[in-house]
C-alpha cells in the first residue's frame, strides 16, 4: 500500500506563488509515476500536471503551462508543485496522485491519492 501525503497549501494573493509537496510512502512507491490534479468548489476534478519516473517528461494542462512546474526527488519519494503567478481560478483543493500511468482522467479507484491541500487565491 502506497501512502501519500501532500503539504504546502495556503492562501495566497493573485500573482503569488506557492509550493506543493507530495510525499510517497510505503509498498511500490518508488516505482510509480506521480502527478497533480485540483477540484474546485462545484466543479469536477481536473488534471494538472503529472511526471514520470525518471522526471524527465513533465507534462501540464493548457491552464497552468508556463505557470507550475512539476518536479521530482526520487532520492525521497516526493514530488513538488511550483505554482507562480497564481490566480483566483486556480482556487482549489489540490490532490496527489500515484499509479504505474497517470491518466489524465483517472477510472474510479485507480492507483492511490492523497488527501489533499487547499489553495486559495485571492484578487
Known amino acids: 500500500q502506497v501512502q501519500l501525503v501532500e503539504s504546502g497549501g495556503g492562501l495566497v494573493q493573485a500573482g503569488g506563488s506557492l509550493r506543493l509537496s507530495c510525499a510517497a510512502s510505503g509498498g511500490a512507491a518508488s516505482r510509480l509515476a506521480m502527478g497533480w490534479f485540483r477540484r474546485a468548489p462545484g466543479k469536477e476534478r481536473e488534471f494538472v500536471a503529472r511526471?514520470?519516473?525518471?522526471?524527465?517528461?513533465?507534462n501540464y494542462a493548457d491552464s497552468v503551462l508556463g505557470r507550475f512546474t512539476i518536479s521530482r526527488d526520487n532520492t525521497k519519494n516526493t514530488i513538488f508543485l511550483q505554482m507562480n503567478s497564481l490566480k483566483p481560478d486556480d482556487t482549489a483543493v489540490y490532490y496527489c496522485?500515484?499509479?504505474?500511468?497517470?491518466?489524465?482522467?483517472?477510472?474510479?479507484?485507480?492507483?492511490?491519492w492523497g488527501q489533499g491541500t487547499q489553495v486559495t487565491v485571492s484578487s
Open positions: 511526471i514520470n519516473l525518471s522526471g524527465d517528461t513533465p
Open positions: 496522485h500515484a499509479d504505474r500511468i497517470i491518466f489524465t482522467r483517472p477510472g474510479p479507484g485507480s492507483g492511490y
